[in-house]
């Protein structure tokens, strides 16, 4: 068996950095916002 | 060379070297996506208003989608595994973001029936394909993690209703004057948004070659042994186990539905400080414990096991209801802090189900295998509502009030949850050394629930 988890290139941290980003960053935007709108209960 | 080949299996197979962590955010930009099926209730009062319907016409559309959801899983789950992920991705991202354009078409026409047609029927395909289609090739990709890497994806499907939530409520607030006229425009910057995110995930997943397996990671070895059994989606219903599993999934689910659907009234009912606005900060907090349950508590069963999470899931999910039932109405902190535990469960069941099916019937077809399980999912989601309203609505005509209206409808989540605990126990490996073949004639000819 193969091991094909080799680290990570130059290219391929890259790709990693962007892909996190895309689905990183609205992931977030939604989690803020549900956060502000749960803080409501203890207001 | 058509474009349908271009998308074939074969196609995707990972080149030497390729970063297995690209996967999680291929699952993801599926998941967040098709999450959205949650928000929709964002566009349900515009939508009344637009058609000059009831609530109920209008709830149909959601209906409609997730049970076009359970079925499509369900059916389409072998075409999803000969066909690859890549394949399936592309067609969920077709059907989900066509049925948002269709709907749009039907609301600018003023006509309901297009709505359930596009986003109930077309969008319900996109969501039924969309969620098991990563599932297969993470646990392919990581076989030593499946809890975590399953975990990764399915908190998506959470995380995609706080999106779609935030941003439909200011979509409809910012493309028209009113909501009413905002809707048809914000479907199609939705659908637009979603294809695009989902095709991206598309682009990026990659299945691994054939033989595959992660530094430090032996099949051999793998405590479930059965990697090499192969067991295919037919041969899977056919075991006690499958069967065993739907039950656990069922009452979990169902347990955690009936306690969502009935969140903003239930904490309005049990204190008569918490207002309206309070309420909504309730669902948000419990939308949050969802989705981080999918992450932490499926990750954890990479560790601790699949059973003795579901033990746990079911057991500390019955002892939380209870407590609220006994002292949750004098303590607001009591209450939070009990159904937020029981929601979290409610994620991580979801989160965890696809490594458990690993760990009983191989990688071979898990996606197939949990398609079918989904069915589990939609029964629950008519039982669980139907279980808190009937008992609860009784209550309220025999004169109860407050707390004491929810009692009973409670006592039966519990005894749902103890239900799914003693089922649980019950999970065995299959037997050691059957064939594909024997696997099949053993389940045909011994009754359910005879030992693995």
Not at chain 2, 60 to 65: D, E, G, K, N, Q
Not at chain 2, 134 to 142: G, R
Request: charged share 15%.
């Amino acid at each position: 068996m193969s091991d094909r988890t080799d680290p990570p290139g130059r290219r391929s941290t890259g790709k990693l950095i962007v892909s996190y980003t895309i689905v990183g960053v609205p992931l977030l935007y939604g989690l803020v916002a549900t956060a502000i709108k749960a803080s409501q209960l203890f207001t | 060379m058509g474009v349908t080949q271009l998308l074939d299996r074969e196609r995707t197979v990972a080149p030497p070297g390729y970063n297995r962590w690209l996967i999680p955010p291929a699952a993801l930009a599926i998941h967040l996506s098709i999450g959205q099926v949650y928000a929709f209730s964002v566009f349900k009062n515009p939508l009344v208003e637009r058609f000059g319907s009831s609530e109920t016409a209008v709830a149909v559309v959601f209906s409609l989608a997730i049970a076009v959801l359970g079925l499509s899983a369900a059916f389409l789950g072998p075409w999803m595994e000969r066909n690859g992920p890549r394949k399936a991705m592309v067609l969920s991202a077709v059907c989900f973001s066509g049925g948002f354009l269709v709907s749009a078409l039907g609301v600018a026409a003023g006509q309901l029936w297009v709505v359930y047609l596009g986003y109930g029927l077309l969008g319900g395909i996109g969501l039924g394909i969309g969620y098991i289609s990563p599932v297969s090739t993470l646990i392919k990709w990581f076989p030593d993690r499946p809890g975590l890497s399953t975990g990764l994806a399915i908190m998506g499907f959470g995380g995609g209703a706080f999106i779609a939530s935030a941003v439909s409520d200011r979509l409809l607030r910012t493309l028209a004057p009113e909501p009413t006229a905002a809707i048809a425009p914000a479907f199609v910057v939705l659908g637009l948004a979603y294809l695009l995110l989902m095709t991206y995930g598309a682009w990026l997943v990659k299945v691994p070659p054939p033989g595959y397996a992660p530094g430090g990671y032996d099949p051999a070895e793998d405590e479930t042994g059965v990697e090499a059994r192969d067991i295919t989606a037919d041969q899977a219903i056919r075991t006690h186990q499958f069967w065993l599993v739907w039950v656990v999934l069922f009452t979990n689910v169902t347990a955690g539905i009936g306690i969502l659907e009935q969140a903003s009234p239930m904490i309005q009912d049990f204190f008569d400080q918490v207002d309206a606005s309070a309420a909504a900060g309730y669902v948000g907090l419990l939308s949050i414990a969802n989705m981080l349950g999918r992450f932490v508590w499926s990750s954890s069963s990479d560790y601790v096991g699949r059973r003795p999470v579901y033990a746990m899931y079911l057991g500390v999910g019955a002892v939380a209801v209870l407590t609220v039932i006994l002292i949750g109405a004098s303590s607001l902190a009591v209450f939070v802090l009990g159904t937020g535990l029981l929601i979290s469960f409610y994620g991580g069941g979801f989160a965890t189900v696809p490594a458990y099916l690993k760990d009983l019937f191989g990688s071979h077809q898990v996606g197939a295998i949990h398609g079918r399980l989904l069915t589990a999912w939609s029964a629950a989601g008519v039982a669980g509502p139907l279980i808190i309203n009937i008992l609860t609505e009784s209550q309220r005509r025999g004169g109860a009030e407050g707390a004491a209206a929810y009692r009973p409808s409670l006592f039966v989540v519990v005894a749902m949850l103890a239900i799914g605990f003693v089922a649980n126990l019950f999970v065995r490996p299959l037997a050691e050394g059957a064939s594909d073949e024997d696997i099949g004639r053993r389940h045909r000819a011994e009754p359910a629930g005879s030992p693995g």
